[in-house]
């Protein structure tokens, strides 16, 4: 489900204070390739009671943060009712990773699968500039579209689509005058365990 506006400039510029206090308590980092250790051209954080890393070690949610080894900061409540509005979940959330896209920044195409529970939804919410989003189906190299998420607009995973390959071909640097840095801020709201 794609929801275009469902954030107005207000409403984008109070979600985007929230996460910059989250981003000043457990501060961004570069994740790396598990395999290559190459580092990824996103740098991320996240909040709630997991996070999501990605290092030599391999993708995994663990409850503390890669560098400070201080605990997540909890989901902004604005967050929480976002959740409830449009994933229709009756679960909270369990992880908040927040990524953050900067003009040359890429995302290559991928199935959020490293949660046990994969039946509940995937709730992503874009801040910032414009993303050429790239969606398929359930197997690789399938055949794929693309949208253009702009800034306020939420798109959930679910159902047959929740394992479907993703991927952010390219940031349209200048769409957007949200944040002062350009670039662009992805909220991606997931349980990990089951209910």
Same mark, same amino acid.
């Given at each position: ?30 994740p790396t390739m598990p ?5 990824? %051209? ?11 890393v990605s290092d030599t ?50 995302? %290559? ?6 949660? !046990? ?28 579209? %693309? ?13 047959? %689509? ?26 991606? !709201? ?6």
């Amino acid at each position: 489900m794609w929801y275009r506006e469902a954030l107005d400039r207000a409403e984008q510029a109070a979600l985007l204070a929230d996460i910059r206090a989250v981003m000043a308590q457990a501060p961004p980092f570069t994740p790396t390739m598990p395999r290559t250790g190459k580092p990824f %051209s996103v740098t991320m954080t996240n909040c709630g009671p997991l996070g999501w890393v990605s290092d030599t070690s391999g993708y995994r949610y663990q409850s503390f943060h890669p560098d400070t080894r201080q605990p997540w900061p909890p989901v902004p409540a604005r967050l929480l009712r976002l959740w409830e509005t449009y994933a229709r979940c009756p679960a909270p959330p369990e992880a908040c990773l927040v990524n953050y896209y900067g003009p040359d920044a890429r995302m %290559s195409l991928h199935q959020d699968r490293d949660e !046990l529970d994969l039946t509940a939804p995937v709730l992503s919410l874009s801040l910032g500039d414009t993303a050429l989003f790239r969606i398929g189906g359930e197997e690789r190299g399938g055949k794929t579209s %693309s949208v253009r998420l702009a800034s306020g607009d939420i798109f959930v995973l679910s159902g047959p %689509s929740r394992l479907a390959f993703h991927g952010v071909d390219r940031i349209l640097a200048g769409t957007s005058t949200l944040l002062a840095e350009g670039g662009r801020i992805n909220l991606t !709201l997931r349980r990990v365990n089951p209910a």
